[in-house]
């Protein structure tokens, strides 16, 4: 089996075990008017430490991140930058696209509502 198939064989069945299903895509970016479409993925919402303060207090932001697999999405569409993602009711922004390489990505979010 050439070895893309099979990353994307593991890459599907980490999704089967791990992956949220309570997602909703909205691509106003990668197809604008295309209707909500439901999605999957494994979501990461990780504090991340980010500097001291001028105290020396330290200081921690979220990062808030969706693994994805390119073929759980409709043929010909894959999320782009300024596409939304709806998150067990939270609204995400994507602002940046990590593709692994393989079968999919780690898509980068910012919390908009």
Do not use: N
């Not at 909205?26 to 197809?31: D, E, M, Q, W």
């Not at 932001?61 to 067990?88: C, H, M, N, T, Y």
Request: with cysteine; charged share 30%; hydrophobic share 40%.
């Amino acid at each position: 089996m050439p070895f893309p198939d099979l990353a994307d064989e593991v890459l599907a069945a980490c999704m089967d075990e791990f992956a949220r299903t309570d997602i909703i895509w909205r691509p106003l970016a990668s197809a604008p008017g295309h209707e909500d479409v439901p999605a999957r993925g494994i979501f990461d919402d990780k504090h991340e430490f980010v500097e001291l303060d001028d105290e020396g207090v330290p200081v921690s932001s979220r990062d808030p991140a969706l693994g994805v697999r390119f073929a759980d999405f409709p043929e010909g569409l894959q999320p782009a930058q300024k596409d939304r993602f709806v998150i067990a009711g939270v609204t995400y922004e994507v602002f940046g696209i990590h593709p692994d390489g393989q079968a999919g990505a780690t898509l980068r979010l910012k919390e908009i509502g």
